[in-house]
């Protein structure tokens, strides 16, 4: 019986490389983490670059970060430090959970460990991150293409982005999205290309001042927004059921301009029908992963 399970142990250690990197591809992070310490040749394996491109903490189970904000946030440091003992620096694409919170001292640990960082999904609990100490951490991702940010983000944090992540060219944000948005886009982002506001509260005016001044813009997702226009007396805006000609015509330019009609959307119309504006005023799992463009959907 001993010999036998030790003939099997052997076998299992002795498996080739290549085999064995193809089976722990379809692990997800936390079981990837436990397989590099079965033994020497499977921690080898699991230390393959190929294996840390991505580390995408939302397909774990929720249940790992609905906690306390520190107990969230630690337990999202655990991970990622063993995904970094692994990884050699190779992370290029960071996705958070979506109920993971993270502190803004956290933010700045993972950002020193991760400087070819490409791609980062903030996640969207309630997290109070501070500006110097996102300015910080953005200072180690110069090569950061692509952000998702939460509508807990405070657009102020637009210019250390702007400073600091020049190569930036994708953003997806999950806030409301008017003038004060778009002028710190131009300001400090000025060549994205692109951006999507998909399923959030917008103002016209707004995006009528990225599609004319942010001459870069090549795609446009405003799909399932709820359209906002000024109303006649100030502090009120009025609702649009559908976009105008001054829009669609600055449009024009793009390689692409998602956005659908209030009035013919049938998504649009049964969140109207069900919950009234509800659906643009939550945070939302599903919002937050899924994107008709595809480079930011997850």
Not at 26 to 33: A, D, G, P
Not at 115 to 140: M, T, Y
Not at 149 to 172: D, T, V
Not at 189 to 210: E, M, T, W
Request: glycine share 4%; with cysteine; charged share 20%.
């Amino acid at each position: 019986m001993t010999t036998n399970e030790n003939s099997r142990f052997d076998r299992w250690a002795d498996l080739d490389k290549d085999v064995l990197v193809g089976i722990l591809m379809t692990l997800n992070v936390v079981e990837l983490i436990r397989g590099a310490s079965v033994c020497k040749s499977w921690r080898e394996a699991a230390s393959e670059p190929c294996l840390w491109k991505k580390v995408d903490l939302s397909k774990l189970e929720a249940k790992n970060f609905n906690r306390q904000r520190e107990q969230s946030s630690q337990r999202v440091m655990d991970i990622v430090n063993g995904a970094f003992s692994l990884s050699g620096g190779t992370i290029s694409c960071l996705i958070f959970h979506f109920y993971s919170y993270i502190t803004s001292q956290h933010l700045v640990c993972i950002s020193e460990s991760t400087p070819n960082l490409k791609r980062l999904v903030l996640p969207v609990r309630d997290n109070d991150i501070l500006v110097n100490e996102f300015e910080e951490a953005a200072k180690n991702w110069p090569l950061l293409e692509s952000l998702t940010i939460p509508g807990s983000f405070s657009i102020e944090l637009m210019k250390a982005i702007g400073q600091h992540c020049k190569n930036l060219s994708e953003l997806k944000m999950m806030r409301r999205f008017d003038m004060n948005c778009a002028e710190n886009i131009l300001a400090y982002a000025p060549s994205l290309k692109v951006i999507s506001l998909r399923c959030n509260r917008v103002h016209r005016d707004a995006i009528l001042f990225l599609l004319k001044e942010l001459r870069q813009l090549e795609v446009l997702n405003i799909t399932h927004c709820l359209i906002l226009d000024h109303f006649p007396k100030p502090g009120f805006w009025s609702v649009l059921p559908e976009l105008d000609e001054f829009v669609l015509q600055e449009a024009l330019r793009l390689k692409k301009f998602l956005f659908c009609q209030m009035r013919s959307c049938n998504v649009c119309h049964f969140q109207i029908n069900s919950n009234g504006l509800l659906f643009w005023t939550q945070n939302n799992e599903a919002i937050w992963i899924m994107d008709e463009v595809s480079t930011l959907a997850h």
